[in-house]
């Protein structure tokens, strides 16, 4: 088993920033991906950045790339990730996610939210006009 509790979250104006925190408890595996994944009412959930904690590769949303960073709190850290979300736009409000595909092999997850097996309770990012 693994929890997982965001925090962070928070209203801003446009061309703000924030920094979500993700802390993950219980097994988890370096093969892992930790993953950020947002939802708006009545859209499907959308992956926005992922890591894979065994090589540190990254990835990104399209829509993200150049603005979003995802990342750890120390190298080969299995317990913390953080999504420092730069130069924020009204369509990047949402309900956050921080998810984690945690199996003993790679699994290749990176943005596919089908692949996570574990998922926190969502922070709430509000971007003003």
């Known amino acids: 088993q693994v929890q997982l509790v965001e925090s962070g979250g928070g209203s801003v104006p446009a061309g703000g920033s924030l920094r979500l925190s993700c802390a993950a408890s219980?097994?988890?595996?370096?093969?892992?991906?930790m993953a950020w994944f947002r939802q708006i009412p009545g859209k499907e959930r959308e992956g926005v950045a992922a890591?894979?904690?065994?090589?540190?590769?990254?990835?990104?949303a399209p829509s993200v790339e150049g603005r979003f960073t995802i990342s750890r709190d120390k190298p080969r850290s299995r317990n913390m990730i953080y999504l420092q979300m730069n130069n924020l736009k009204p369509e990047d409000t949402a309900l956050y996610y921080c998810?984690?595909?945690?199996?003993?092999?790679?699994?290749?997850?990176?943005?596919?939210?089908?692949?996570?097996?574990?998922w926190g309770q969502g922070t709430q990012v509000t971007v003003g006009q």
């Open positions: 998810a984690i595909a945690a199996y003993e092999y790679t699994s290749y997850a990176r943005l596919q939210a089908d692949k996570y097996n574990y």
């Open positions: 219980g097994v988890i595996y370096d093969t892992s991906y």
């Open positions: 890591l894979y904690l065994r090589g540190d590769d990254s990835f990104y």
